[in-house]
């Protein structure tokens, strides 16, 4: 009798082995499922940072064509206002209204570029022949700068301290200079490909309305969709308000600046208009280097040029960025002065110049689809809770619970219950 008993204890064991080995699998799969997820989310990560990488010039013609057809919206939606012909109310094509505002841009560009080409060539010209005297006067300023160290004795370490930094200084603005004018003559070379803004820019603008309805198609019906076209309408609103008013600041500061730095006998005031123009596209690092080459080129006129011209710089900025810029950018991109720069700065590394323009563009794209991305979390969350069944309630008809969505509209208390 005792045999059968000692029997079973194996084939109990061997059964609690199995079930234990089933248990540890069962356990370790959703660890080893993340794991795989992880892993699988990096990869695509990295192919598609190596493909943006890859693609980079295409890329960004195309954001420079998207650019361009956020600027010119809203004067082909003014030339498409309906107006009535014959007693009847019309609407232009779009692709004729396009073309005539090409039109109106493209004829406004030359007549800018007949009037003012001449001017800058003779301002570029006179800056060639006055250099040689701009080299001289800096060597005087270096030999003062000796004469200071005799006077006042200053110890070895430190008069070679203030050498260093004030060479390196000249070395770098040099640098600088030099690779601008390089990037400059770098982008005749892209003429042809630049040729292709307005070209893209024009099917951009004529089958906007297509391309967001085939992009909503490819999200899944439902929550999920509606989520999506308001990202889109964000972005969309964002880009447009933040674009259009950059190139409004810039062409409004470019002509103040040329305007007041003639009044105020600034050496070559047309040119650093336009520099000016140009680099208030880049906030907070932009107004800072047009101070900086400002300072340097009326600082050979003489002392008081440099504060005259620096104050009127500052007054200048006090009324842009307080009065005039807040009413320009309304719905626009709300960043950290911090955040600003190091989006800049990592621009500069990633894409050059061109990084430099885009990088505030990008991050506020990345900012509205992270904010978008924690209200469709929350969101979730909230409707998974809306739709649980009422606890407690008492069914005397044996009626399914009823689940609410957060738009459907609660009933009014009974007077009883006010």
């Known amino acids: 009798m005792k045999e059968p008993k000692e029997q079973t204890k194996p084939m109990k064991s061997a059964e609690e082995m199995s079930a234990l080995t089933d248990a540890v699998a069962a356990a370790t799969w959703p660890q080893t499922r993340t794991v795989l997820r992880v892993i699988f989310i990096v990869l695509a990560v990295a192919a598609g940072l190596w493909v943006l990488y890859e693609l980079e010039s295409i890329i960004l013609l195309v954001v420079l064509s998207i650019f361009f057809a956020y600027l010119i919206a809203p004067l082909v939606e003014l030339v498409r206002h309906p107006f009535k012909l014959a007693g009847r109310e019309r609407t232009m094509p779009r692709a004729l209204a396009i073309a005539i505002v090409y039109a109106m ?41 000796n004469e200071f160290y005799r006077r006042y004795q200053l110890p ?27 990037t400059m003559f770098g982008w005749l070379t892209y003429l042809p490909w630049l040729i292709l803004i307005p070209i893209l ?37 964002t880009l447009a308000a933040y674009i259009r008013a950059q ?9 103040i600046c040329s305007v007041g730095f003639a009044l ?56 842009h960025d307080y009065i005039t810029y807040p009413r320009l950018i309304r719905h626009g991109i709300h960043l950290h002065p911090v955040a600003v720069i190091l989006a ?48 407690g309630a008492v069914s005397t008809t044996h009626a399914p619970p009823v689940y609410r969505a957060s738009n459907e509209p609660q009933p009014s208390p009974s007077p009883s219950t006010r």
């Open 344 to 391: 800049v700065l990592a621009g500069h590394e990633l894409a050059g110049v061109a990084g430099i323009f885009l990088a505030i563009p990008v991050v506020a794209v990345f900012t509205v689809a992270y904010r978008h991305w924690n209200e469709y979390r929350g969101s979730a969350g909230l409707v998974a809770d809306l739709l649980k069944p009422t606890e």
């Open 105 to 145: 841009i493209f004829g406004s560009l030359a007549i800018a570029i007949y009037l003012l080409l001449p001017r800058i060539g003779n301002q570029m010209t006179e800056f060639a022949q006055q250099a040689p005297t701009y080299l001289m006067t800096a060597r005087g300023r270096a030999q003062k700068l």
């Open 247 to 255: 190139l409004i600041a810039c062409l409004l500061i470019g002509t």
């Open 201 to 237: 820019a024009f099917f951009l603008l004529k089958d906007a309305d297509s391309f967001r309805r085939s992009a909503l198609q490819m999200i899944p019906q439902g929550r999920l969709r509606w989520r999506g076209d308001e990202f889109f309408q964000d972005v969309n609103r």
């Open 156 to 182: 070895p370490a430190a008069r070679e301290a203030v050498n260093n930094a004030v060479t390196q200084a000249i070395e770098r603005t040099g640098e600088y200079v030099r690779e601008a004018f390089l």
């Open 264 to 319: 105020i006998g600034v050496p070559y005031a047309l040119t650093l208009g336009i520099i000016a123009g140009a680099l208030e596209f880049i906030p907070l690092v932009g107004p800072f280097m047009v101070a900086i080459i400002v300072a340097i080129i009326t600082s050979f006129v003489s002392t008081g040029q440099v504060i005259t011209a620096l104050i009127f710089l500052a007054v200048l900025r006090i009324i």
